[in-house]
């Protein structure tokens, strides 16, 4: 049964920093794993997805990784700024069945 | 290219009574899943279908259930409800196929109050 873990549980930073979220997943035979956003009371909003095959994308001031063998993942926010504030979720399918394994996420605050 | 919609987006039952959610996916994509979010235990998986199949399931009881159409729109429905099925219902979805960016695009969800 995959678990996802994610760490830490709420993160506070002054506006600019540059900072590491980070995902673990305890079954590596991932089919992909997607990262997301979420603002209070709303749906997700899709940020990256990473196939298995691949070890990082990139969009905008995000970039994440993953790691299959150490079963890791972390999305990097470069100058961050208040608007990103939210909390941000890990999600890993293990098959093209639409069926993820969600972390229960890293709430972020950014202080301007 | 419109999103995934979901209605309605509340509704408030009182215990016993059925409820049925709607989500309509992007189009062209023929998966839709959904998830249950409370504060307690996250978003939990409920059920997958695709092309009007259901693919995958989750560890929920047999109250709740779900069905999809030839147009890819998906319902859900959830019977004798109970005070902890309050919660917020969220769809996703996404192509679905082998092979394919199965990247899930979530809707709004739907805020489900049991009085």
């Known amino acids: 049964k995959q678990e996802v873990t994610q760490i830490p549980a709420a993160l506070s930073v002054p506006e600019g920093e540059n900072l590491v979220l980070n995902c673990s997943f305890t079954?590596?035979?991932?089919?992909?794993l997607q990262w997301f956003r979420q603002d209070p009371g709303k749906g997700l909003t899709s940020l990256l997805l990473?196939?298995?095959?691949?070890r990082e994308q990139t969009s905008g001031r995000l970039n994440a990784s993953l790691d299959k063998s150490s079963g890791r993942s972390t999305l990097y926010i470069a100058a961050s700024q208040p608007g990103d504030s939210a909390t941000y979720l890990c999600?890993?399918?293990?098959?093209?069945?639409?069926?993820?394994?969600f972390g229960d996420g890293t709430t972020l605050t950014v202080k301007p | 290219k419109a999103g995934v919609t979901q209605t309605p987006r509340y509704l408030i039952k009182t215990r016993g009574q059925q409820v049925t959610l709607s989500c309509s996916p992007i189009s062209g994509h023929r998966s839709v899943s959904w998830y249950q979010q409370t504060p307690g235990q996250g978003l939990q998986f409920l059920f997958e279908?695709?092309?009007?199949?259901?693919?995958n399931k989750g560890n929920f009881p047999g109250r709740f259930s779900g069905r999809q159409f030839s147009n890819s729109r998906s319902e859900m429905n959830v019977s004798t409800l109970e005070l902890g099925d309050s919660a917020l219902y969220l769809c996703a979805s996404s192509y679905g196929g082998q092979g394919r960016n199965n990247e899930q695009f979530f809707g709004p969800g739907t805020r489900l109050t049991v009085l």
């Open positions: 079954d590596s035979a991932i089919y992909n």
């Open positions: 279908y695709f092309s009007e199949t259901q693919r």
């Open positions: 999600a890993v399918t293990n098959t093209n069945a639409g069926k993820s394994t």
């Open positions: 990473i196939q298995s095959s691949q």
